[in-house]
């Protein structure tokens, strides 16, 4: 059974950083692409960023383009978002996930999710 677990999530003061990570279990992740989306109250759910497996291409939303990194460690099966410059308006829900295809994770439809974890940015 495949399980995608997320921790970094927390509350902070707008401008400030936070790291989440995703650690993924219970098959092979060969070739597969992971990503983050967001989904803030009232709002829909949004891509945040997705990377390759080899992590050479990523993908942003704009949004975040220039304060967010994605990376990961196929070692570990992890997946990080590295937040920085962070605003209210990044306040959300953020959940991991994983496909074999990187459309389907544009698409909004990866195969795998993980819980969410909650990411509050004070003003």
């Known amino acids: 059974q495949v399980q995608l677990v997320e921790s970094g999530g927390g509350l902070v003061q707008a401008g400030g950083s936070l790291r989440l990570s995703c650690a993924a279990s219970?098959?092979?992740?060969?070739?597969?692409?992971m990503g983050w989306f967001r989904q803030a109250p009232g709002k829909e759910r949004e891509l945040v960023a997705v990377i390759s497996w080899s992590g050479d291409r990523t993908l942003y939303a704009d949004s975040v383009k220039g304060r967010f990194t994605i990376s990961r460690d196929n070692a570990k099966n992890t997946v990080y978002l590295q937040m920085n410059s962070l605003k209210p308006e990044d306040t959300a829900v953020y959940y991991c996930?994983?496909?074999?295809?990187?459309?389907?994770?544009?698409?909004?439809?990866?195969?795998?999710w993980g819980q969410g974890t909650q990411v509050t940015v004070s003003s």
């Open positions: 996930v994983v496909d074999a295809n990187t459309r389907t994770v544009v698409a909004g439809t990866p195969r795998y």
């Open positions: 219970g098959r092979t992740f060969s070739n597969y692409v």
